[in-house]
């Protein structure tokens, strides 16, 4: 509840090869702006975070007009590469702006990890209101490109149902120069409801 986990690379030597590793039996809340963190601000790569349970569910908290997105982010903020994240769980909610991540958006050079999720059902779903639902609000899975530099990552979920509603996201889009990443989505029922969006695109000079 608004607490944190964190395992960042601050400087040239590479984090540890699992930043933070999560196993428990039944489930793990994430309330309320808190988060598992393994970033790296530095020339060192960020460690891998990895993640096992019988349940995960994510909530942000409105905080007018926006809301404080609770997450899992392995990022870039300099010229490392950010790790991996890998999920399995059994139903994983992503609800109210928290977000699951391994952009470079603000790299100068490091490129994203990649993000794996495997589970039974998958939920993602957004805010009933929101004035900003794809920036300030985002809410879903995102492995972009860098704004400046470096590639974006690829995400795969593997899931027996994924439903995502109220402007939900899946980004894997190329921002700037770099390359936005593959996304790989197999599941035996897919709905995509209320404004949701899979994106893949190039807004920026990267394939």
């Not at 879903?140 to 795969?156: E, H, I, K, R, Y």
Request: proline letters at 2%.
């Amino acid at each position: 509840d608004n607490a944190f986990v964190l395992a960042h690379t601050t400087g040239d030597i590479d984090g540890s090869n699992t930043g933070i590793d999560i196993d428990v039996r039944d489930s793990l809340t994430i309330l309320n702006g808190g988060g598992l963190g393994a970033n790296t601000y530095g020339a060192g790569d960020a460690g891998d975070i990895r993640i096992k349970a019988g349940g995960i569910k994510m909530l942000g908290v409105l905080q007018t007009p926006y809301y404080s997105s609770s997450f899992i982010a392995s990022q870039v903020l300099a010229s490392g590469d950010s790790g991996d994240i890998r999920i399995e769980t059994g139903n994983l909610e992503i609800r109210d702006a928290s977000v699951i991540t391994t952009t470079s958006w603000n790299s100068q050079g490091g490129n994203a990890g990649n993000l794996e999720v495997i589970a039974d059902s998958v939920l993602i779903a957004g805010p009933e209101s929101s004035p900003d639902p794809f920036v300030t609000d985002f809410t879903g899975m995102d492995t972009s490109s860098g704004w400046a530099a470096g590639n974006g990552g690829d995400l795969s979920i593997t899931a027996d149902n994924l439903t995502m509603m109220n402007r939900a996201s899946l980004d894997g889009s190329a921002y700037g120069p770099g390359r936005g990443g593959d996304m790989t989505i197999n599941a035996g029922n897919v709905e995509v409801l209320k404004g949701s969006a899979m994106i893949a695109s190039a807004f920026g000079s990267g394939d």
